[in-house]
């Protein structure tokens, strides 16, 4: 499985940006796609996830703030990020998994910043 992350860059406190993360290669059906998050000296941390049936879980950092959807048919999923805070710069990190196959993509950097 390859994913192709884009939609990163350098937004103003309050602003928004769109991340996406199109997989490629041997999809299970059933599986979770979702997005990580890593700041400089932290911890990789989760943001969202959704599964192949709408399911979702987000962070309470985000919630009310970030939306996280999926388009199946093309096996892509996005996070809309509003109201961006400067602590939610990070490098953002696209997941996909199924079972015990894990697969990361490379990441995207978000920085909010005025």
């Known amino acids: 499985v390859q994913l192709q992350a884009s939609g990163g860059g350098l937004v103003q406190p309050g602003g928004s940006l769109r991340l996406s993360c199109a997989a490629s290669?041997?999809?299970?059906?059933?599986?979770?796609m979702g997005w990580y998050r890593q700041a400089p000296g932290k911890q990789r941390e989760l943001v969202a996830v959704?599964?192949?049936?709408?399911?979702?879980n987000y962070a309470d950092s985000v919630k009310g703030r970030f939306t996280i959807s999926r388009d199946n048919a093309k096996n892509t999923v996005y996070l809309q990020m509003n109201s961006l805070k400067p602590e939610d710069t990070a490098v953002y990190y696209c997941?996909?998994?199924?079972?015990?196959?894990?697969?990361w993509g490379k990441g995207t950097q978000v920085t909010v910043s005025s």
């Open positions: 997941r996909y998994y199924s079972g015990n196959i894990d697969y």
């Open positions: 290669g041997s999809i299970f059906s059933i599986n979770v």
């Open positions: 959704i599964t192949s049936g709408g399911t979702t």
